[in-house]
């Protein structure tokens, strides 16, 4: 596996935005599709954005309009923009880049 190092999440108020990031350590970019999920403890892992290899990007539909999701051009980075926070946006997210997974964000959204 790669490393992968991220970076971005915390605490903030509801209505806020957040900007997470991901990024490959020690290895050259390329082929790699990436995506982000979140995870609360009991329950089912949940899929949350993909940037793919190829530039296309997709967004779980009940998160569309609120997150996004890009890579940066060397494409060993990747970003989960989330804007107007709410509560229920808390968890633990998580990205995977390939076949290798960071180690999870934590994001705590007050009201």
């Known amino acids: 596996q790669v490393r992968l190092v991220e970076s971005g999440g915390g605490f903030v108020q509801a209505g806020g935005s957040l900007r997470l990031s991901c990024a490959m350590a020690?290895?050259?970019?390329?082929?790699?599709?990436m995506a982000w999920y979140r995870q609360t403890p009991g329950r089912q892992r949940e899929w949350v954005a993909a940037a793919m290899a190829d530039g296309t990007t997709f967004v779980h539909e009940s998160l569309r309009g609120r997150f996004s999701v890009s890579a940066n051009d060397a494409k060993d980075t990747v970003f989960l923009q989330i804007n107007n926070l709410k509560p229920e946006d808390t968890d633990v997210y998580l990205c995977?880049?390939?076949?290798?997974w960071g180690q999870g964000i934590q994001v705590t959204v007050s009201s």
């Open positions: 995977v880049i390939g076949d290798s």
């Open positions: 020690g290895v050259t970019s390329g082929g790699y599709d």
